[in-house]
């Protein structure tokens, strides 16, 4: 952190050779660059910002070199180039005021640990490459079994480090978890019978064929997460057989309106693969009605699998696990340590009821995997993989579940507080109240909202939709504003309200996942997007032009009905 | 770290939000459990003991609570439990003689990097939370795709960092990458036509009926990894329609039998998808004839996929990537820098050749992904991501070209350095030479192999296989003690020698990529398989008794034919 001038290294075998080796104490040159950097990172996360705007394309010319230099860069040169051009325009996504993903600060603890975690560099495929790191994976999975399904202790002795069973698969993230629960699901549906090997062995087509099914389809909320679209076209059951249902106006999924399509399929001969129960859904926070979902895949006899990615945190909370109510019905739960367990980025679970059901996508190898063996990998969609679950397993001994219920708690009451100051503004407009931490709203002119509301009760849905439109050009123009100006960040999406006669609608969306937001943050949100939206010189005056002129021709209509 | 004796932590929201703030200064708690760390860490990493031997078993009445413990615990603890239970009982993937797996001595500094990462908590889906790391992960996968194919500079200024291209994708690792390459070749294959909306919508039954193939096959050599057949599973193709073909003596794929089963899948109307070459396999290190393969694959008009996940490293060696010649025709490339880039686990990318290969595979939600935006997410097998490709961009920096040169060509001469000293020794048998830095061997006493090679001579299958098998108890009784005794790891597989009438055979198999592994380490390492065969009296007593009574029985049959 020397000089800005780069310096010429070179490389030898015995400086390569150096860089290998531990540094011998505190006063080491990579010791100094070590502590800067701690520093420089502290000050970054202790700053309230929430990102520097700079435009990409301009961030972008610093990463424009497309060959791998020749020469050999100083650690202290390196650091000080990264400060620069990477961190100083990271997204602060600890920030307080940034909550708009699921993303929050992160318990320092996890800093240090992630260190050794990196250093020991373990690799869970194996046991030869990982040892009491796969015992540990294996408790951490188990400790998460425990937490939606809540078997008695003699279950877990049995499984939980059982050569050829699993309780869960540890992966990098939810869409992974996804993937792997509805991959079990299709190939248990098709397993081997008869002469026929399995869809494992002979693929998809010919397993139709034996099975004499037209296709397979999976029943899913509109609020689906995306990553079953994407889980679908790998697994070669094709996106147009994500059969996306209807949501109520809290919404959840309509479970009349998927036995109906259920029963549909059926009489085409293509057959209900699994059911996917949301459990806090990405755009809303809702929650499915899980116990009739399983009612409905016990009727059909398919996987039940839940997606509880972001709203399985939630099952810590003794006070506010009924939500999750029938979550211990499923075969399969998606969980993600990194979203609300405050673990860092790259820790998903699936957790399997029935530690039996991941023999469906079992694969071995010659030189690892061999049968028999306790290789985690043997069962995983991933291979090699780094040791995170050490991170997960820190957080839930160093939390505890009193801790955990603390958070969890604050954050679904703060997500509470922020509808009621939402409700009460009277230029604000709460879209879906919050069922977890995570809500939708949007900025309305309180004429606008009056005027909008006598349009609904009058179900005219032209006028309705002339409105939104401009209101979701109002709503975008606020959210990017407020992300350039940087003090805080909340993101948009779009839903359908049944209110609004299920049309397209933006809105900004809220995630209350950080233990640091303080409600004074939170009006502070709402006090800078009004202060930007009467910088708003297109969509707002449409709109009250689009009020006036509506109203004024009521006012001829009326004259003229009189 | 100062207290044995759990004590009783309690959860309050003020202690809870201690721990989400940054420590002050370097007297703080965490401060100071983070220098302790940071010792244990450089204490275990400095020993060079490959791993402490206790049983699974005994290190899992560790890890057998499965109930998230209700009360925090202090962090210091902590720090202790993990010291002794988990990172005492870690494999030391690190150490100078653990050379049995793809792992090595990681340059120290990507340990402070990692903390960095970690504390930013970056999320590579999207730009709203990664900002600065998508243009360095877009930079990353630039100069990998330049490594490969070398195009001009500007082919990198238009496509590096352009929204709807993309030069690679990130993943967690070589798996990943395969999935995503052979995902992608799907795609494309069946991809929308007149009214057919391609396989990515309709699914693959639909597909093949659309395009009239009963089935589709991919061409790997019999080396190829185990994580195709798990991408055959998933992606709905089936194992059998991996079609393994047999390599030659060299353990490199016959492409004159490739293309002979290529025929007649033809005649059974099968249509091939893709071909895979191997460039460096797992079980042997030989990289598979690419050019040809890329000629064959232009020939049946199919996808060309190279598994580099090791082997591509040596790209980096000027002196020796003609190794790896017709890389640059494939159309994907398989890169884990987490194997001989020195980067920790978890580091893994698919290169494109075409940047317009990703779109079979391009998806888009709402809240993010939206069209054309430069959401990384939009294209890759994996939702969130941590941000990786810093420390990959780190490496690339800090070594930069002549660093891996010097680090490459030593793994590589250190290979065939043990190669040499393998076969001066008596009692050792060189079975596959290293053509990167992968070998495998096993120890043979000299009676033993005269006896071996006089049957391979006179074709005497039965006796050879006879021999070979008490040599594989051997084999597995060297590797498991050498492993037990924790001063060196080497790793064990099964291949199938020409040279033995392609009988599957136990061997050792070593990965030379250390940077500090010496020759006396290698020296010391036949030396104690020497001492340890000694220890066995199983297989060596039963090989001498059939040596002898196979010669006896020679010399009866000489006596009555004289």
Partial sequence: ???????????????????????????????????????????FLGNSIAALEKPLSEIETDFNAYQIPIDPT???????????????????????????????????????LSKMMVGLNQNLVKIETSKAFTPLERQVLGMMHHLVYQEPGRFYDQWMHSANHSLGAFCSGGTVANITALWIARNRLLKPQGDFKGITREGMPKALRFYGFDDLAILVSERGHYSLGKT???????????????????????????????????AQNIKVMAIVGVAGTTETGSVDPLTELAELAAELQCHFHVDAAWGGASLLSNKYRH?????????????????????????????????????????????????????????????????????????LQIIGRDGYEILINNSLEKARYFASII????????????????????????????????????QNESLVSQVNELLDGLTQFIQKHQREQGKSFVSRTRIKPAKYFRQPTTVFRVVLANPLTSEQ??????????EIAQLDNEYLPQLMALLTSTLDKRCIDNDINQ
Avoid: W
């Fill in 1 to 43: 952190m020397t000089s800005k001038i780069p310096r010429q290294a070179q490389a030898s075998e015995d400086s390569l050779l150096r860089i290998f080796t531990a540094p011998e104490d505190a006063t080491s040159t990579l010791s100094i660059i070590e502590q800067r950097l701690s520093q420089d990172l502290a000050g």
């Fill in 74 to 112: 100083f650690v202290s040169d390196y650091a000080d180039e990264i400060m620069q051009n990477l961190v100083a325009h990271s997204v602060h996504t600890a920030a307080p005021s940034f909550i708009g993903h699921m993303t929050s600060a992160l318990p320092y603890f996890v800093l240090p």
């Fill in 323 to 395: 939500l999750l109510k029938g979550i211990e019905l499923a075969d399969s739960v998606t969980i993600d340590a990194h979203k609300q367990m405050y673990v860092p980025m790259g820790a998903g679970m699936v957790i399997f009821k029935n530690p039996e059901l991941a023999q469906a996508i079992v694969h071995h190898a010659e030189y690892i995997l061999r049968v028999g063996s306790k290789d985690l990998g043997s069962q995983t969609l991933e291979g090699s993989r780094p040791g995170m679950a050490m991170l997960v397993h820190a957080c």
């Fill in 423 to 458: 409700k009460q503004h009277p230029e604000f407009e709460l879209v879906t109240e919050p069922e977890l931490c995570l809500l939708t709203y949007r900025y309305v002119p309180s004429a606008v909202q009056q005027f909008l509301n006598d349009a609904v009760t009058n």
């Fill in 232 to 266: 679908a076209d790998l697994l070669g059951i094709g996106r147009d057989n994500i059969i996306s249902i209807a949501t109520d106006k809290n919404n959840k999924v309509d479970v009349d309106a998927m036995r109906q399509a259920a029963k549909k399929l059926a």
């Fill in 521 to 530: 943050i939170l009006q502070n949100v709402l006090t800078e997007q009004v």
